[in-house]
Every structure is written in structure tokens, then in C-alpha cells.
């Protein structure tokens, strides 16, 4: 059974069960930010444990197949080295998976923030659509919301 598993999930099977099973996170805190839902299961660290789970699939898949870890550290020599890395599915997936795990929080993070200072879930809702799809621009922009709101600029919390 462990082996049918191992079989189904390639890389490229996997890039879509970390597509799809990620949006059901980010429809509840863009549609119900305010629900018991969104505060147990997506803001808290339920959706961090499955996609670890499946970093660390993908870890150990990549150990089997003689992927050399050790090229990842190219990534800091160039932009041309950068490019060989994407080359390869399975840096790829990895990067991938610590894109969407890096904007689902942050998109948690947006509406826990929100609720603090009492920010119109509609009004979040925007930069919510805009983190999913573009990260760091969907954060600026709920920054400038949260300054408009909450009338002050405060660099740390």
C-alpha cells in the first residue's frame, strides 16, 4: 500500500494535490475570516503540518533519486545558476511548496491582523485575492490599509 503511494505521488501529481488542497484554505479567509474554521484550521498549524508533510515527501523522493542537495547553495552564485535550478522538477516542487506555505501565513497573518484592528472583512478580502495570486504585493497593500485604518504607522507590533 505504501508503495501504490509512493508510485502515485510523482512530482508532477503532487503539484497539483498542493494546488488544489491549498485553495480550500484560502476560499475560508477570503469568504469566512471571522469563522471558528478559519481560526482552528486555517490560521493555526494544520495547513503548515500537511504541506511540511509534503515537503518532506518530496525530500525523501528527491534523496532516493540521487538529487544533489548540495547544488541548491548554486542559488546564491547567479541569476544564471538560479536558472539551472528551476531546471530541475524537483527544486521546483520544493520551491513551490515554500512559496505557498510563505503566502498562505502570510495570508493568515493579514486577517488575524485585521481582526485585531477591526478591519472590514470585504476591505481584506482584496489583498487576501492579491496574496494568493502575487504575495509580497497582496501584503503591501493590506499595509497600506491597515495604515489607513488603524491611522498610524507602526513598523513593529
Known sequence: MIEQIYN???????YYWVNLGVLPFWLI???????????YFVTSIFPFFILSGAY????????????EFDSNFNLYMGIDNTIDLFSNKSFLMMFWIHFISINLFTGG?????SQKLVINKFLISIPL?????????????????????????????
Open 8 to 14: 502515485y505521488f510523482t512530482i508532477d501529481m503532487l
Open 29 to 39: 479567509l477570503i469568504f469566512f475570516p471571522t469563522s471558528n474554521l478559519c481560526r
Open 56 to 67: 518532506i515527501f518530496l525530500l525523501y523522493k528527491s534523496y532516493l533519486s540521487s538529487y
Open 109 to 113: 497573518w493579514i486577517v488575524k491582523d
Open 129 to 157: 485575492i492579491i496574496t494568493y495570486l502575487i504575495g509580497p504585493l497582496g501584503l503591501l497593500i493590506y499595509w497600506l490599509i491597515r495604515i489607513f485604518c488603524a491611522k498610524n504607522i507602526n513598523l513593529y507590533d
